[in-house]
């Protein structure tokens, strides 16, 4: 096994506020074994040819802590008779989105919630070196109501047994991680996003019986009610945390934002614009208060679902744009998003024992985000990836081509509100 040394003008390991000047990352195989200044550098490593990327800054590879990889309805190969491929096309655009997620600069990425298993086989694949990608923490299909928030995936439960066989049922098909759906959804018709679709009893149930195998548990979460039932249960991750009151409005709660806080749950803050609409909000419309409460947020983007893999660093400028500091938004994204997808100790930070899992970017993101857009060097356990050529991404918008999304519960809902305003008025 070699051992590689690489320099460059600054180390910004991931712990907070923790900036090495002039540092050099020694690695073997997929280990790091030394951090610290060039000047500093032992003998036995001083003496090894050094990668040197002057003016440049190494950095732990990015972290997604909210992915989605399989296809979306709809999306197929065109024969006559697409139902034929379901499966194999979605395992082939699991395996597309895992080159994308590499070459956007992701060294882990958690699924939350894929049809098939596809999740865990991909991570299988990248474990046993048949792909290149990042590490996989996976899934499986979303736990949900009978025609609840992507039933789809296949995980439809209605009962206590029903959730205890489901989490035991996961289990066996080899899950890092349960996904359930507390709230109706943006993506499946019929569903109230501002509703809880379990009671507490339900939700406590599931975490007992994760817990008890050892697994973490993530919720979607869009309405008030769902946010609070599962704050009560006990969960480890809630997806969106979007706040949506039982009449269709935003209406973010401090109190149940401080209650997050206090109990050290995890929050990727992806979520649809807030209605009433506020013009220029970006797509994290929580990610400040949320962090104003003192709440761990990371960097989940709903890759697959609110935006594509290569629109991941368009994400982290849109927190910076939301008024989160810089030096936050990296450690949202890297160290503090690996210990939210189980990964504390493995990967996300730069230092002796962790996984080698880095990036070499142009210039300094702490001054500027740009930076993250010239990924000089993207290293995975130890393997340098060579990135796959990226669309650019810009922000939300349709892409050509594709159908709108069907117009969602909510906006209904919303829609009767705001008529029943003009006729108040
Ligand atoms: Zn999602």
Known sequence: MSTTVVSAARIITGKPNEVIDDGALVYRGATILW???????????????????????????????HAHLGTRPGEGPHVPDPTRHVQGWNALHSVAVLRQLASTGITSAQSLGSRFNTDVAVREAVEQGYLDGPRIVAAGPMITTTGGHDWVDGGEVDSLDDIRHAVRDHHKAGVDVIKMAVTGGFFTPGTAQWKAQFTVDEIRTLVEEAHRLGKRVAVHAHGTQG?????????????????????????????????????????????????????????????????????RIVTGHDIGAVIPAYGYIFGLKELERAGIPRAEI???????????????????????????????????????????????????????????????????????????????ELAKRQRTLERQHLQQW
């Open 35 to 65: 951090v610290g200044r060039v000047a500093e550098l032992p003998q036995e490593y001083a003496a090894l040819p050094r990668r040197d990327f002057p003016g440049a800054t190494i950095q732990p590879g990015f972290v997604e802590t």
């Open 330 to 408: 990296l450690i949202a994204a890297t160290s503090r998003a690996a210990a939210a997808i189980g990964l504390a100790g493995v990967t996300g930070v730069l230092e002796p024992q962790y996984a080698a899992d880095f990036l070499v970017v142009q210039g300094n993101p702490l001054k500027n985000l740009d930076a993250l857009d010239t990924r000089l060097l993207t290293v995975i356990r130890g393997k340098e990836f060579h990135p796959d050529p990226l669309p650019k991404y810009c922000g939300r918008v349709e892409e050509p081509g594709k159908p709108h999304r069907p117009e969602s």
């Open 227 to 295: 946010i609070e039932r599962a704050v009560e249960a006990g969960v480890d991750y809630i997806a969106h945390a979007t706040f949506i009151s039982d009449d269709g409005t935003t209406q973010f709660v401090p109190q149940l934002a401080d209650r997050i806080a206090e109990a050290g749950i995890y929050v990727d803050v992806a979520a649809p614009p807030s209605f009433p609409r506020v013009p220029g909000e970006t797509i994290a419309p929580r990610a400040r208060e949320l962090y104003e409460r003192g709440v």
